[in-house]
């Protein structure tokens, strides 16, 4: 098959921005490709930012390849289907080859050497059957190889064949000037460079730089942002765009916000780890917020720093907080992240539809009313009759489910389908079936306006930040960045009240991450003190924000107080987030949580909505989650 000449772009070792660039190029074709093969696993993430722009999902719409085979392969979402380079090997053989040049010159000859790599799979490829095989092209050659008017039944079996096969030894060759030259560090040398990743040892064992006057914060939103300004008691200035913020000392704290949107954040923080050697010290990233779902991914690499180690956190700056807060940031014993705040969940009901429906709005009847899931469903069965939703949309208890299951996802190459999520995928269909949701999904708009004046939904389940920073802003009638006040009289605000409900879980939290490579450590080393530590300010911030802090003394004692919220009607409701944190097990936690979850969940809202039968979304479930993680062997159903 020849390639015609448009659909192959010349691009450049290494750079995202330009390989992000001719990605739009390929798109902008009249026919867009449907395969795209980038020059370095590096690069492709600027094909990862530019499809995501555009819309297009990896692999369904676009399939996506890549070349060297590092670590950043691995953990970018969906996997990148690549060729992996033996770079320790090159390096042995490059060093030898130097050697003996060095103490033999006169006898030693230009010589090629061939190094054996290997395919790794990925989610990146849609998988085929065999096809037929196309004419043999170079992958080495800095471009773009894109397969027009060819579905990836005839290409991904093609490049499985070369790359396994008479790739395999072009793949390999290798002179000594190209070794040398990525020993070296050139930005225009052999991919071999590209495969080692930022090591935390490598941070520590380096002679101390001086302390940086840049302070460099990456996040996905401005959660954390409001909580740096508000109660970092060095915070001198912050700018009005709030893109900065001046410390007392001159230090210059930069803000990059980068919203999660198909796993946006994730993808350029991944591109800017991977990048962090090399980057100027002003523009190395400090601090760098991680969440529950994926934390796993980060503090189980050689890019987030030991906050005892590394950073100088102490047993003793570390005692006050909630013990699954730090072993879910913990890899081997070593703490690697920390956090201000502690999020078991609970319900949240409004007051005046529970009066309508079990006729009182009282908590602690109305948890007698739904302390168990078949008391939840009769309930839910009450309010249909009087013209109530139970439940917004088919996620809504999705986590109270995944949070009690009882082993964790994988085992080995074994993925096992807990009985608990086939609990959650046979209420959720009963209650699609019999009108108990509103058929939304989490974040969409119904979903938010199901919390909102107009909605008729029973109740919602929230943990701790969802209280203050999603639920409370969609019961405004009038938003506060219109004028609106958070008071009673301004749409449904005082109309909530919370109770633990079914069972205890967890939902979310925010992790801050040291990334290797800072030289600011003294300042990550205050921030996490004064800012996930400090027991005072925990309880400021709790006072101030409803938010429950990672601080058991200081919760207890607001849980014992006579504190109240005027949001949910008067509740102290710290008592019981004090009572569900105490519940909260962490140990089932995973690695895959994040994208087995996502995959489960997508795959069975086919079946609520009766566009596919309970087979076919398991079957789908499968598939997806093989593309997604190719490792992942088996999947094991409850009997």
């Not at 005892?308 to 913990?330: N, P, R």
């Not at 709005?361 to 008391?375: H, I, N």
């Not at 109530?388 to 082993?407: C, E, H, I, P, Q």
């Amino acid at each position: 098959m020849k390639v015609p000449e448009q659909y192959v772009r010349c691009g450049v070792y290494h750079d995202v921005d330009r390989c992000a660039e001719e990605t739009r190029a390929l798109l902008a074709l009249p026919q867009r490709p449907t395969c795209i093969i980038f020059p370095d696993d590096f690069s492709a993430l600027g094909g990862y930012n530019a499809l995501a722009e555009a819309g297009l999902s990896i692999p369904e719409d676009i399939s996506v390849m890549g070349y060297d085979g590092i670590y950043l392969s691995r953990v970018v979402k969906p996997s990148l289907v690549t060729y992996q380079q033996n770079t320790k090997a090159l390096g042995r053989l490059a060093a030898d080859k130097l050697i003996e040049l060095i103490e033999h010159p006169r006898v030693t000859l230009p010589e090629q050497i061939r190094v054996s790599g290997k395919l790794l799979d990925g989610g990146s490829a849609a998988s085929f059957d065999e096809g037929p095989q196309l004419p043999a092209r170079s992958f080495f050659e800095n471009e773009f190889f894109t397969f027009d008017g060819k579905t990836m039944k005839e290409v991904y079996p093609y490049v499985k064949k070369i790359s396994r096969r008479n790739f395999l030894l072009a793949s390999g060759v290798v002179t000594i000037g190209a070794a040398l030259a990525a020993c070296g560090g050139s930005s225009s040398t052999s991919a071999a460079a590209s495969s080692a990743p930022a090591s935390s040892a490598a941070a520590s064992d380096a002679p101390a730089s001086a302390e940086g006057k840049v302070l460099n914060i990456w996040c996905w939103n401005d959660e954390f942002q409001s909580r740096f300004n508000d109660y970092y008691p060095e915070v001198k200035e912050i700018a009005a765009d709030k893109s900065t913020t001046t410390l007392k000392d001159g230090t210059l704290v930069k803000w990059t916000i980068n919203a999660n949107e198909n796993n946006n954040y994730q993808n350029k923080l991944d591109e800017a780890l991977l990048n962090q050697d090399s980057a100027a010290d002003d523009s190395k990233i400090d601090i760098f917020l991680i969440e529950a779902d994926y934390a796993l991914k980060y503090v189980d690499s050689d890019y987030v720093l030991d906050v005892k180690k590394d950073i100088g956190l102490t047993d003793s700056d570390l005692a006050g907080q909630y013990q699954y807060t730090k072993d879910i940031v913990s890899v081997d014993g070593s703490q690697r992240g920390t956090t201000w705040q502690a999020t078991p969940g609970l319900f949240a009901y409004r007051r005046s539809i529970a009066k309508a429906v079990l006729g009182t709005d009282d908590p602690t009847e109305v948890q007698s009313c739904l302390s168990d899931w078949d008391k939840f469903n009769d309930v839910a069965a009450k309010a249909a009759a009087k013209g109530y939703k139970m439940l917004s949309g088919f996620d809504d208890a999705y986590r109270t489910f995944s949070n009690n299951v009882s082993a964790p996802w994988v085992s080995g190459t074994t993925v096992t389908v807990d009985p608990n999520l086939m609990k959650w995928v046979d209420q959720t269909k009963e209650y699609t079936d019999k009108g108990y949701n509103n058929k939304s999904s989490l974040w969409d708009s119904q979903w938010a306006s199901d919390q909102g004046p107009t909605g008729k939904v029973f109740g919602f389940f929230y943990s701790t930040w969802g209280i203050n920073f999603t639920l409370l802003g969609n019961s405004l009638a009038t938003p506060t960045s219109e004028g609106g006040k958070e008071e009673v009289g301004n749409g449904i605000y005082g109309d909530y009240a919370v109770c633990e409900g079914p069972q205890p879980y967890y939902w979310g939290g925010t992790w801050i991450c040291g990334a290797a490579g800072s030289d600011n450590l003294e300042t990550i080393k205050d921030v996490m003190l004064k800012l996930t530590c400090d027991e005072a300010i925990m309880k400021q911030i709790t006072m101030d924000t409803q938010d429950y802090t990672n601080n058991e003394k200081a919760m207890n004692e607001i849980a014992n107080s006579d504190f109240k919220s005027d949001f949910l009607g008067g509740q102290n409701h710290i008592a019981l987030f004090a009572e569900a944190a105490a519940k909260i097990d962490m140990s089932n936690a995973g690695p895959y949580d994040q994208g087995l979850n996502e995959s489960f969940q997508t795959a069975f809202k086919d079946y609520f909505t009766g566009n596919v039968k309970e087979d076919a979304a398991k079957a789908n479930f499968e598939t997806a989650i093989k593309e997604k993680y190719p490792e992942l062997t088996d999947v094991v159903w409850p009997a």
